[in-house]
């Protein structure tokens, strides 16, 4: 009988809450049920966890950039007066186009008069379809230098990991998700079952979780917050669990404060292996109580 796919997104609204070191843990508990999925390409570091064997690698290239034939540019001008994103400059007597700044909006290619601009398609990325140390199938990206189309490669992160979950038959796919409230965010809740917020109390914390659940409420996915460091401001724990109440934010768990989230980071392990009997502790209770949430089978 073929599993029905679940999707979990494990998101924070900020970077540094230890969503990532959570999701790792996940990943090592949920075994071969799994598929990973490191949607945070902005600032992907679940290899470091995972150390991935790469098996696969393509270039994602998504939107368009324009370059300069310098054999047909006359050197008139015309496009750099038009760009207005200050892309196109002059060198020599030609003009080249920064590709960082090129928007490819197409504009400079209309105005000129010798055909010399081309539309290209933009390299926005590099993707991987890897094994990670735990025989875990990995789905990981890496955002070219200076491109900002995080979204478009989100997506196709993960797409290719629900693609490979569905042929591999597993029962979940797990996401890192993206810091913030962007369009990688959104990219990466599309499809989710639930949603996993990892937040810590601070002030800001709790206002990036209002970010959050107003962005969640709209996908209208079930949901559920983790409260890393709970212990360094009770106060401001306990204005979270009221929020998150009133929100019908499912509570999964209070983890305090332990070093050894930048212990276990350091010398690349999960906290599930580095400390199974401390905080690991923590991220078991959590998952069995995400698998409840979201009704699988208990193993
Ligand atoms: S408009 Fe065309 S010919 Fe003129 S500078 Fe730009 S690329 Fe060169
Ligand atoms: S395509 Fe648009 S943004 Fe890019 S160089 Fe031409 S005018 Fe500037």
Not at 128 to 150: E, F, M, Q, V, W
Not at 169 to 193: F, R, T
Request: with cysteine; net charge negative.
């Amino acid at each position: 009988m073929r599993h029905q796919l679940k999707e979990i997104v494990v998101i924070s609204g900020k970077g540094g809450t230890g969503k990532t070191s959570i999701t790792a843990s996940f990943a090592v508990l949920g075994g071969a049920d799994i598929v990973l999925a490191d949607c945070d390409v902005d600032a992907a570091d679940m290899h470091l966890l995972m150390q991935p064997d790469i098996q696969q690698s393509e270039a994602f290239f998504s939107g368009a950039i324009a370059k300069i034939d310098p054999d047909l540019c006359t050197g008139c001008g015309l496009c750099a007066e038009v760009c207005r994103f200050d892309a196109i400059f002059q060198q020599d007597d030609k003009y080249v186009i920064e590709p960082m700044n090129c928007e490819g909006c197409g504009y400079g290619p209309r105005v000129c008069p010798e055909a010399a601009i081309n539309m290209l398609d933009a390299n926005v990325g590099d993707w991987y379809k890897s094994i990670s140390r735990l025989g875990t199938p990995l789905i990981h990206a890496k955002l070219g230098i200076g491109a900002d189309n995080s979204g478009k490669l989100v997506t196709k992160v993960k797409d290719e990991a629900k693609r490979l979950a569905i042929a591999e038959d597993k029962q979940i796919l797990l996401v890192d998700g993206p810091p913030g409230v962007g369009c990688p965010v959104v990219a990466a809740l599309a499809g989710a079952d639930y949603v996993v917020i990892v937040i810590e109390p601070t002030v800001s914390g709790i206002h990036d979780l209002k970010r959050v659940q107003e962005l969640i409420a709209k996908f209208r996915i079930n949901s559920g917050c983790i409260i890393n460091k709970f212990d360094i401001n009770l106060d401001v724990t306990n204005e979270i669990k009221k929020f998150i109440s009133a929100a019908g934010i499912d509570h999964i768990a209070d983890i305090p404060y332990d070093v050894t989230f930048t212990k276990a980071m350091t010398k690349g392990k999960t906290i599930v292996e580095y400390s199974p009997e401390g905080t690991g502790k923590y991220l078991k209770t959590s998952w069995q109580k995400i698998k409840q949430l979201i009704q699988l089978e208990s193993e």
